[in-house]
């Protein structure tokens, strides 16, 4: 009586090869490679072209390219846009994997969802995300926190079963009703949608607020349980990203981006770039191009 059912891993990762986030500037280029082990490359933001056993397939924000093993392979940026890439390599030996061979896809809403837990357990588990290409040391997960590594494991299982599951043709019905927690997770989706729409203006709590027609104890809970920061927080966030962009783009001065984001003066662009990304506007900026 209630006998034990084994469970059957569909897709089993065996382990992590690397992991690494890259900010590249629009001119990033790298002799082509190739590994005995998978490959996940996810644009964050910007575009690159994606050259596999020769052929060269563009990739814009939002979308995932995978390399089988021993594929010959590279990213480049397309000497237009910088852009943000999450590189994943792990050891899968599982044969569903065969799904993935030269396959492309755009992330839905929980594939970005599982992204960002991915990224947030990687940090969990790293001291820091490698984001240098020229790194090419082995993964130190000696500084992981508690189930950080096995989390890193059971959310990119996830990403690849759900990709299979909705590229796949499937008869299961679409659930007609959403529970408060998914109508919470779209509203936040919705909110911060708008905080990008208007990354070059100087938005108050109470602008969005008002936009949104809620209080600002509710909205600062639902930012606050979907994606673990302040609405104000978020935004500065979102500024300082689009700051790297075009700091990497190499088209304005430090001062006209300073303006351009609605800054009050370079000093106060300054100081909340240093305080989230650890070095100057100029100084980032040489590093990079």
């Known amino acids: 009586m209630f006998s034990m059912q084994p469970v059957r891993k569909t897709i089993e990762i065996k382990g992590f090869n690397s992991i690494y986030y890259f900010e590249f500037g629009k001119n990033f280029t790298h002799t082509p490679e190739k590994h005995s082990f998978w490959e996940m490359v996810y644009v964050d933001s910007g575009k690159i072209l994606a050259i596999t056993d020769g052929d060269s397939k563009p990739l814009n924000q939002g979308q995932i390219i995978f390399h089988e093993p021993n594929e010959i392979h ?113 509203l936040c989706e919705k909110v911060i949608e708008y905080m990008k729409n208007n990354i070059y203006r100087t938005l108050t709590l109470t602008d969005i607020c008002e936009h949104f027609m809620l209080g600002k104890s509710q909205l600062s809970f639902i930012i606050k349980s979907n994606s673990g920061k302040s609405v104000m927080e978020y935004y500065n966030d979102l500024k300082i990203a689009e700051a790297k962009l075009l700091l990497r783009s190499d088209k304005y001065s430090v001062s006209q981006i300073s303006d351009m984001l609605g800054y009050s003066c370079i000093h106060s662009f300054s100081r909340a770039f240093k305080r989230a990304v650890g070095s100057s506007p100029v100084i980032y900026k040489k590093r990079i191009i």
């Open 74 to 186: 590279a990213h480049v940026s397309d000497f237009e846009t910088p852009n943000n890439m999450l590189v994943v390599s792990f050891t899968c030996d599982s044969e569903a994997m065969s799904f993935f061979n030269k396959k492309t896809f755009t992330a839905d809403k929980t594939t970005r969802t599982l992204l960002q837990l991915f990224i947030n357990e990687a940090k969990n588990s790293l001291e820091s995300i490698p984001n240098d290409f020229k790194n090419k040391k082995d993964l130190d997960f000696s500084y992981a926190k508690f189930g950080s590594i096995q989390l890193l494991s059971c959310y990119l299982e996830e990403l690849l079963i759900n990709l299979i599951r909705n590229n796949t043709d499937s008869e299961e019905e679409i659930p007609t009703e959403k529970s408060r927690g998914m109508l919470q997770s779209e």
